[in-house]
């Protein structure tokens, strides 16, 4: 009877035993770190990990990678202005990409600093024309996948809001910030914001929009470009009419009038 009971407890521990392990190998086993670099880094950086030239730098063979720290400040707070890797400057601009949790931004790191990357799962992006391009940013011609026309969130040139607020930011200056229209092109296979991303999930642009969508941003010239605000011009012209009427008004009459508030006083 003894034994029997030592054997039952023995299988028993043994069964829980393999149950913990497993259970904390599942608990432990976190997302793949090369899903999450081409569902939100692929887009600039190239599923190759070579970058974009002069605009997004290259993941393979360059030192910043090994360092987790600097990559993980990247990818929480974004970067700006030129950047030299290798002897090459690069100067776009990478968003925070504050939608990344804990585990995926350790994931992702993880990832790029084995050095091996494979090819994007977009296709390579041609010619655009600019005057599709704008249609397609105000809405005249519809996204293929059913996605919400860019002005409806942000403006750019001489589309604008009437002066007023956009939930977006403007976009006029896109191209340089960026560095060239075919870093436009590349940014826009993946949306670069948290707010894009679920607006944009299941509608994402085509290659051919991205192209004529980056040829539009290309053409504006913010150099000469001068945006005024509607409101001021009417309010600006308002003021000069009241001003030349009060000028032409008749003395006469006016000290007339100004003797009548006299009198009535």
């Not at 887009?43 to 030192?63: D, I, M, R, S």
Request: glycine fraction near 12%.
């Amino acid at each position: 009877m003894t034994r029997t009971v030592g054997r039952v407890l023995t299988v028993t521990g043994l069964t829980l035993a393999t149950f913990l392990l497993f259970a904390t190998a599942g608990a432990q086993e976190g997302p793949d770190g090369q899903e999450v670099y081409l569902a939100n880094c692929a887009a600039c950086h190239q599923g190759t990990g070579t970058g974009v030239p002069g605009a997004f730098p290259p993941l393979v063979n360059n030192p910043n990678v090994l360092d987790a720290a600097y990559v993980r400040s990247v990818i929480l707070e974004g970067k700006t202005g030129p950047i030299d890797v290798n002897g090459v400057t690069f100067d776009g601009e990478m968003p925070a990409q504050g939608q990344l949790t804990d585990v995926e931004i350790e994931a992702v790191i993880a990832y790029i600093q084995t050095g091996v990357f494979i090819p994007a799962d977009t296709a390579p992006v041609g010619e655009g024309g600019a005057a599709i391009g704008e249609k397609l940013f105000v809405g005249r011609v519809g996204l293929e996948n059913g996605g919400p026309a860019c002005h409806a969130c942000h403006s750019a040139g001489t589309h604008s809001n009437l002066g007023g607020p956009t939930l977006g930011p403007d976009l006029t200056d896109l191209t340089q910030r960026y560095g060239g229209t075919e870093a436009v092109a590349a940014a826009l296979a993946n949306p670069p914001s948290a707010t894009m991303q679920p607006v944009f999930d299941g509608k994402s642009l085509t290659d051919q929009e991205r192209a004529d969508l980056a040829a539009f941003f290309g053409s504006i010239r913010t150099q000469t470009l001068v945006q005024v605000d509607l409101l001021w011009i009417f309010g600006l012209v308002g003021a000069a009419v009241l001003l030349g009427l009060m000028y032409f008004f008749p003395k006469r009459n006016r000290v007339n009038y100004l003797r009548q508030l006299r009198s009535r006083s």
